[in-house]
């Protein structure tokens, strides 16, 4: 069985409209937001074996913030093709990912982020769990799904959406 977990970015900051939205920092909401999720994700076990993400600033400093709280995290495989990336290129990248990955971590943006988690949650997906996702995603929040088969058969209604995970539901 495969684990996908969808993360979006935390909060960034609007402070310099000078800045490219590719070159926004997180906010001081997101710095602290980030490494309650990463925290959240040891926790419980669920390590990704690899991470893919978009190359903007506000994710690379989301991914920095939870792995600080991981052991051994891997190292990232950003790309400027996952900024703000439409859920149909999203799917063709996590099933470009080797088998030898069992748990795969996306770090990326609304709302092509949201609408790939929609995309994929099929039969068996928690209910309470799926309201919440589908009323919002907000920054910070994690998707964990769980997948039988290889990466390249992911597809719409595929994957079981296990829980949503808010920042505000942390405590």
């Not at 310099?16 to 909401?29: C, N, T």
């Not at 996702?133 to 959406?161: N, Q």
């Amino acid at each position: 069985m495969k684990t996908l977990l969808l993360l979006r970015h935390a909060k960034s900051n609007w402070d310099d409209a000078s800045l490219d939205d590719f070159d926004r920092p997180l906010a001081e909401r997101g710095r602290e937001a980030a490494p309650r999720m990463g925290k959240e994700l040891a926790a419980r076990g669920w390590l990704p074996d690899a991470v893919l993400g978009s190359a903007a600033v506000r994710v690379q400093q989301t991914w920095a913030l939870v792995a600080a709280q991981l052991t051994n995290a891997p190292k990232p495989a950003l790309s400027k093709a996952l900024y703000m990336a439409a859920p149909a290129r999203l799917l063709q990248h996590v099933r470009k990912t080797p088998e030898t990955v069992n748990s795969l971590l996306v770090v990326g943006h609304n709302p092509g982020l949201e609408e790939f988690a929609t995309l994929i949650a099929g039969d068996g997906s928690d209910d309470a769990s799926l309201s919440r996702m589908r009323e919002k995603f907000p920054t910070a929040a994690l998707a964990r799904f769980e997948f039988d088969g290889p990466w390249e058969k992911l597809r719409r209604g595929t994957a079981r959406l296990t829980h949503f995970l808010r920042p505000r539901d942390l405590g």
